[in-house]
């Protein structure tokens, strides 16, 4: 299978480049810049691309690859497109100034074309693109063909005289360039890369593969009832049959009758070994009186291993024989790029593999290659259904993250209401597939109200409804005023407590998509 490697610099957009590449049928992964040697020895690299970064390029400590690593790959005819910063990374290596914030710019601008190049082979002369940079580069390097400029960029891309480095200063992978995907077409076509991405041949390669692996022995896995453990699950289940057992721990954090919804979802897959663990008593009673967001997020983490620990102990007395635990990790939930994840998020991996360590099993983590939407393609093979598939995306941690402060039954009660009265309007509505998640958020703090002739004071609710792609970066959503107005009409009558309720007009970044 060919290949592309994606060299991360540390830009938000590295995972999007990966995924742009996949789209097109063509395998790619993600490399640090600092351990780029791999690349020299691997047969299937056809092409390297090169990511944006935030850094200047003449900093002391930026992130940087060697001129002579860059002529191993020409001489390897390995094809390079720089992006943002790499494109000035590439003047630098090859004797260009770099200007510091003289042409900067952020955001739309047109792009023009001034050269023939297959870069740009069946596109426009003139095109919008995506800008986001403080230093441009001051003159093209000797052996470098200026091909692009914009209004305030003079040098906005360049090909190398052998036609083996493309260098761009915009963005190709952004929604908002135009003719993006046609760009890395374009460069995939020149590299001569075959689009072998063949899921479906994965799949059978992973099931043959998990078989052999496994062999005769017992899966252990901590079954969610979201996409990425269920898919996980049922890919171990296709390949061992009844030997993985699946627990559920039922932390109470869940919204209404969700407990019910995920067993008989797992039941209808014919999994035949669910344990569903009743823990909400243990999660209240350890949470009570706790206010700040870390510590809230660490006893839930340390209550879940404990039960996930006792219930194992339990089970392996019973019927033995288990040598793995297996996890639904994807792959944005290891490879870390610009953007800073959670602390939770970061160390999941690591986590994963304490937790498997100390049950005395090894780690399986058959979805680590692929991005949500192979995922969902996946789960759609193996035959599970769009009720499954579609489901948004809930955190682990629940509930625990959308009630701000300290969490007791009665705010519990009030974010489940909440939840529901959202869900079932938003159901109806035609935009509802177009969302990466709507819900509630119980705020910390209270507010006047009038009701009848009488002053309240009670709840705010926040309403955060987002699009995106991998939740990696987000926009809210522009919901019509009427939708909103009926869900807010419908909590404040339906919920006393509540006596307000507004809507969150934030991205992300800067910020997130949860609020603890
Ligand atoms: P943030 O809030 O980091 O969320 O912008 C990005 C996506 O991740 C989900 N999320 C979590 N999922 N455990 C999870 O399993 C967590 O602790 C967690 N925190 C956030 C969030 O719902 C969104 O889709």
Not at 11 to 35: F, K
Not at 206 to 233: F, M, P, R, Y
Not at 358 to 367: A, D, F, K, S, V
Request: charged content about 30%; hydrophobic content about 40%; proline content about 3%.
């Amino acid at each position: 299978m060919d290949k592309v490697f994606v060299i991360n610099f540390g830009s938000q957009y590295t995972h999007l480049i990966a995924r742009r590449i996949r789209e097109l049928g063509v395998y790619s992964e993600i490399i640090n810049y600092d351990s780029v040697e791999r690349i020299l020895t691997d047969d299937s690299v056809k092409a390297v691309i090169l990511s944006g970064g935030p850094r200047s390029v003449d900093e002391i400590d930026a992130p940087k690859l060697e001129r002579d690593f860059i002529e191993q790959l020409r001489e390897r005819n390995i094809k390079i497109l720089a992006i943002c910063y790499s494109h000035q990374l590439i003047a630098y290596l090859f004797s260009s100034e770099i200007l510091k914030g003289i042409e900067r710019e952020f955001g739309a601008t047109n792009f023009e074309v001034i050269r023939d190049t297959p870069l740009f082979s069946g596109m426009p002369s003139k095109f919008r693109v995506w800008m986001s940079h403080n230093d441009s580069v001051k003159e093209v390097p000797k052996g470098f063909i200026h091909i692009g400029r914009t209004e305030n960029c003079k040098i906005a891309a360049m090909e190398s005289i052998d036609g083996r480095i493309f260098t761009l200063q915009f963005h190709p992978e952004v929604g908002h360039t135009q003719y993006g995907t046609r760009i890395f077409e374009n460069f995939l076509r020149i590299s001569r890369v075959r689009k072998d991405w063949n899921l479906e041949k994965i799949i059978d390669e992973k099931v043959e593969e998990i078989k052999q692996k496994v062999n005769e022995s017992k899966v252990l896995i901590a079954a969610s009832g979201g996409v990425d453990s269920t898919v996980a699950a049922y890919l171990i289940w296709k390949a061992i049959g009844d030997n993985i057992y699946l627990v559920f721990i039922d932390t109470g954090l869940m919204r209404d009758g969700e407990v019910d919804e995920v067993v008989s979802n797992l039941r209808d897959l014919n999994f035949r070994n669910i344990i569903v663990i009743n823990a909400k008593d243990e999660f209240l009673r350890a949470l009570r009186g706790v206010n700040d967001p870390e510590k809230k997020r660490l006893i839930f983490s340390k209550v879940y291993v404990n039960i996930l620990k006792k219930t194992f102990k339990e089970l392996n007395k019973k019927v033995g024989g288990f040598r793995y635990l297996a996890q639904g990790t994807i792959y944005p939930d290891r490879i870390e790029t610009g953007i800073a994840q959670k602390e939770a998020d970061k160390i999941k991996s690591h986590h994963n593999v304490i937790l498997a360590h100390t049950l005395g099993l090894e780690i399986i983590e058959p979805l680590k290659l692929f991005y949500k939407d192979e995922v969902r393609k996946i789960g759609k093979m193996l035959g599970i259904s769009d009720r499954i598939i579609k489901r948004k995306p809930f955190p682990g941690p629940g509930l625990l993250i959308r009630i701000l402060g300290e969490i007791t039954e009665d705010k519990l009660r009030i974010i489940k209401k909440a939840h529901r009265i959202i869900e079932e309007a938003v159901k109806e509505e035609q935009f509802y597939d177009k969302l990466w998640q709507i819900f509630p958020v119980l705020l910390d703090s209270k507010s006047v109200g009038v009701i009848g002739d009488r002053r309240t004071y009670g709840y705010i609710i926040a309403i955060r409804a987002v699009i995106s792609d991998d939740g990696m970066t987000a926009e809210f959503a522009k919901l019509p005023w009427d939708f909103l107005e009926r869900i807010a009409t419908k909590i404040v009558n339906e919920i006393k407590e509540v006596s307000r309720v507004v809507y969150d007009i934030t991205n992300k970044p800067p910020a997130t998509i949860e609020y603890e």
